[in-house]
T-cell receptor, first 119, second 116 residues
């Protein structure tokens, strides 16, 4: 199993350009997430998806859009990149979330990250 | 609302000495708590998790953490540091019975340095 993979690993954009980051998982997980990591800030949730065809906003959604057309893929789009979006982006997935009977399914599995620089 | 505070942004120890990374949390529910580790230029790897079973949780690479409800703490420890432990560590809280789909809330991270 490859687990969670992200494409590309690195990217440099100019202000105003657009791009799409691809996340793929082969664990048949229902839930997928996009985070950004900035120095001293930990990870902050951008958007997440609880299943194919559904998405929801996280803590810092502005300037980003997402789509989940297939269960195994979760795309993060930047329509008009800004320098403030320079960051490392991580995708994660989980079987589900919350509690079912006595079992808790919070554990998330992370991809290797995409380092994005916006000039 | 949930929150998590990592009390030290940077901890430095000598190889072979104990490691203590401190974490306090705030949660209205019975939380799930995690420690993740991130080695330089790598993704995040789960070290251990607490989900309301045993309060002392053992993880990978000799790490363990103790859930103390009275102190709202979940400190990470290791008896003897190894050079390969140098990394950034994140304490994470989640409310599996709460809102926001039980999403994870990350602390700001503690960078562990290990001196030879």
């Amino acid at each position: 199993n490859a687990g969670v993979t992200q494409t590309p690993k690195f990217r440099v954009l100019k202000t105003g350009q657009s791009m799409t980051l691809l996340c793929a998982q082969d664990m048949n997980h229902e839930y997928m997430y996009w985070y950004r990591q900035d120095p001293g800030m930990g990870l902050r949730l951008i958007h997440y998806s609880v299943g194919e065809g559904t998405t929801a906003k996280g803590e810092v959604p502005d300037g980003y859009n997402v789509s989940r057309l297939k269960k195994q893929n979760f795309l993060l789009g930047l329509e008009s990149a800004a320098p403030s979006q320079t960051s490392v982006y991580f995708c994660a997935s989980s079987y589900r979330s919350g509690r079912v009977s006595s079992t808790i399914y919070n554990e998330q599995f992370f991809g290797p990250g995409t380092r994005l620089t916006v000039l | 609302a949930q929150s998590v505070t990592q009390l030290d942004s940077h901890v430095s120890v000598s190889e072979g000495t104990p490691v203590l990374l401190r974490c306090n949390y705030s949660s209205s529910y019975s939380p799930s708590l995690f420690w993740y580790v991130q080695h330089p230029n790598k993704g995040l790897q789960l070290l251990l998790k607490y989900t309301s079973a045993a309060t002392l949780v053992k993880g990978i690479n000799g790490f363990e953490a103790e859930f103390k409800k009275s102190e709202t703490s979940f400190h990470l420890t290791k008896p003897s540091a190894h050079m390969s432990d140098a990394a950034e560590y994140f304490c994470v809280v989640s409310d599996p019975d709460g809102g926001s789909q039980g999403n994870l809330i990350f602390g700001k991270g503690t960078k562990l340095s290990v001196k030879p």
